[in-house]
């Protein structure tokens, strides 16, 4: 038991410290991983940075943590023998990354706007690198394997993502108080403000206005429905209707970033996360602001 | 306070939001039960010890612990489990709770919800950073390695 806490102690200041030092880079130097693979020239030293830089893409776009992120990318670099200067910094919307191939600094940045949780394009890119740190998998082919993973299809896409996210939302309406006809109602408030909002994605809108846009459709729905006296509990078919836009995993993983030492990282994520609340207050409150004054009654 | 009512539903709702969030299908089911063993211990020590602080903690370090265990099983990263668990426990309705009252100029309630939201976050973090710090120490323990680093 002794030996338990110390160790965790020792972890603990491991990970903490982990994100701004090099000790998993030295770490992984000086342990049994093979590093016989080396990049014979300039220009292969070229494409190992498209690859990075692909793979960091890949990463943020499909909703990994930006810790996850930067020791994938750090694990990548430096895991071929003539690469070293190998720094890597993500943030929630970029990633830069520069390394030295015999005395030539190459450096990239890459941007992504999009957000589009995919697990299970995290889980492939995890056991990519692990392949690629591990294996002598040459340059080309492991951006032929990134690309395979770009291009893999969603399980449930379109119609069939609204009614899974409508199934999960509507059964915390049923949780947070509802009745399992607030339930009902809210399972079909959700899949028509997803499925409008897939009819507009085509307008290009900042994720700003999508997301009031997307608050006022559920609370327009809400407070017709519940005028009419179908629903019960009001608050609780419009939480459930909104639910899906909650910005909760980003704040969590903005104070996770803020306590391991990544700071950019952690307030940039704290203020869009805020900002998605205001836009889901703004469009709710206007919603029921105006109810109100049309006659309604919020118990 | 129904404990199976609360179990039962979270389960199918969390099956709903894997399938959203696109884990992979074998991993669906063992997402699911973190976080509904995660939500129930939440609910179970909000309602008997009514410390919000606590109840997001312990939540927090199962659903960590159960998706470390699970990645062990199904080889996939902790993360994919530990996303999908925290979805019900994260504050983004204190967030939207704390916005709405600033909407509506009443700064009291705002004020509180925006403090109970911040300590939410972090309870959460901690929870899964203990999870994860366990784990690691779990394994080096029952592979010998007592106070020597690599």
């Given at each position: 038991?002794?030996?338990?806490?110390?160790?965790?102690?020792?972890?603990?200041?491991?990970?903490?410290?982990?994100?701004?030092?090099?000790?998993?880079?030295?770490?992984?130097?000086?342990?049994?991983?093979?590093?016989?693979?080396?990049?014979?020239?300039?220009?292969?030293?070229?494409?190992?940075?498209?690859?990075?830089?692909?793979?960091?893409?890949?990463?943020?776009?499909?909703?990994?943590?930006?810790?996850?992120?930067?020791?994938?990318?750090?694990?990548?670099?430096?895991?071929?023998?003539?690469?070293?200067?190998?720094?890597?910094?993500?943030?929630?919307?970029?990633?830069?990354?520069?390394?030295?191939?015999?005395?030539?600094?190459?450096?990239?940045?890459?941007?992504?706007?999009?957000?589009?949780?995919?697990?299970?394009?995290?889980?492939?890119?995890?056991?990519?690198?692990?392949?690629?740190?591990?294996?002598?998998?040459?340059?080309?082919?492991?951006?032929?394997?990134?690309?395979?993973?770009?291009?893999?299809?969603?399980?449930?896409?379109?119609?069939?993502?609204?009614?899974?996210?409508?199934?999960?939302?509507?059964?915390?309406?049923?949780?947070?108080?509802?009745?399992?006809?607030?339930?009902?109602?809210?399972?079909?408030?959700?899949?028509?403000?997803?499925?409008?909002?897939?009819?507009?994605?085509?307008?290009?809108?900042?994720?700003?206005?999508?997301?009031?846009?997307?608050?006022?459709?559920?609370?327009?729905?809400?407070?017709?429905?519940?005028?009419?006296?179908?629903?019960?509990?009001?608050?609780?078919?419009?939480?459930?209707?909104?639910?899906?836009?909650?910005?909760?995993?980003?704040?969590?993983?903005?104070?996770?970033?803020?306590?391991?030492?990544?700071?950019?990282?952690?307030?940039?994520?704290?203020?869009?996360?805020?900002?998605?609340?205001?836009?889901?207050?703004?469009?709710?409150?206007?919603?029921?602001?105006?109810?109100?004054?049309?006659?309604?009654?919020?118990? | 306070?129904?404990?199976?009512?609360h179990?039962?539903?979270s389960?199918?709702?969390?099956?709903?939001?894997?399938?959203?969030?696109?884990?992979?299908?074998?991993?669906?089911?063992?997402?699911?039960?973190a976080g509904a063993v995660g939500w129930t211990l939440y609910n179970y020590v909000y309602?008997?010890?009514?410390s919000l602080y606590l109840g997001m903690l312990l939540a927090a370090f199962s659903i960590g612990v159960l998706?470390?265990?699970?990645?062990?099983?199904?080889?996939?990263?902790?993360?994919?489990?530990?996303?999908?668990g925290i979805?019900p426990l994260v504050?983004?309705?204190?967030?939207?709770?704390?916005?709405?009252?600033?909407?509506?100029?009443?700064?009291?309630?705002?004020?509180?919800?925006?403090?109970?939201?911040?300590?939410t976050?972090?309870s959460i973090?901690?929870g899964i950073?203990?999870a994860?710090?366990?784990?690691?120490?779990?394994?080096?323990?029952?592979?010998?390695?007592?106070?020597?680093?690599?």
């Open positions: 038991m002794f030996f338990l806490a110390f160790d965790c102690s020792i972890n603990l200041i491991d990970i903490v410290v982990k994100s701004n030092c090099g000790i998993m880079r030295q770490e992984q130097k000086e342990g049994g991983i093979n590093m016989d693979f080396a990049i014979t020239s300039y220009k292969e030293a070229q494409s190992l940075m498209e690859l990075a830089s692909f793979a960091g893409y890949l990463l943020l776009k499909n909703g990994a943590e930006v810790y996850r992120v930067e020791d994938t990318l750090t694990r990548i670099c430096s895991s071929r023998k003539n690469i070293d200067h190998v720094e890597v910094l993500a943030i929630y919307t970029s990633v830069m990354i520069s390394f030295r191939y015999e005395g030539e600094m190459i450096t990239s940045l890459r941007k992504t706007n999009i957000l589009d949780i995919n697990l299970e394009k995290v889980a492939l890119l995890n056991a990519f690198s692990r392949k690629f740190v591990q294996e002598d998998v040459s340059v080309k082919e492991g951006i032929a394997l990134l690309e395979d993973i770009a291009k893999r299809e969603k399980e449930f896409e379109g119609l069939k993502s609204n009614l899974v996210a409508a199934i999960g939302c509507s059964l915390f309406a049923i949780i947070l108080g509802g009745t399992i006809t607030d339930g009902i109602i809210s399972f079909f408030i959700v899949n028509v403000e997803l499925w409008i909002l897939q009819m507009v994605s085509g307008w290009n809108l900042k994720f700003f206005v999508q997301t009031i846009l997307g608050a006022v459709l559920a609370s327009v729905m809400a407070t017709t429905f519940h005028s009419v006296g179908w629903i019960h509990n009001l608050d609780a078919v419009t939480i459930g209707a909104v639910m899906i836009f909650f910005p909760g995993v980003a704040i969590t993983n903005a104070v996770r970033d803020l306590m391991s030492g990544d700071i950019l990282s952690g307030s940039t994520g704290i203020v869009k996360s805020l900002f998605v609340a205001l836009a889901l207050a703004l469009g709710v409150g206007l919603v029921l602001r105006f109810y109100t004054m049309m006659g309604g009654v919020i118990q | 306070m129904n404990l199976m009512f179990f039962v539903l389960f199918f709702a969390m099956i709903g939001f894997a399938a959203y969030f696109s884990v992979p299908r074998s991993a669906m089911v063992y997402a699911a039960i309602y008997t010890h009514h998706g470390e265990i699970f990645s062990r099983i199904k080889k996939y990263p902790a993360t994919v489990f530990i996303i999908v979805i504050p983004g309705m204190n967030l939207y709770y704390t916005m709405l009252y600033l909407v509506e100029s009443n700064t009291a309630k705002a004020l509180s919800e925006g403090i109970s939201a911040i300590v976050a972090g973090s901690i950073l203990l994860s710090v366990f784990s690691a120490s779990i394994l080096r323990v029952r592979k010998g390695i007592y106070f020597t680093r690599k």
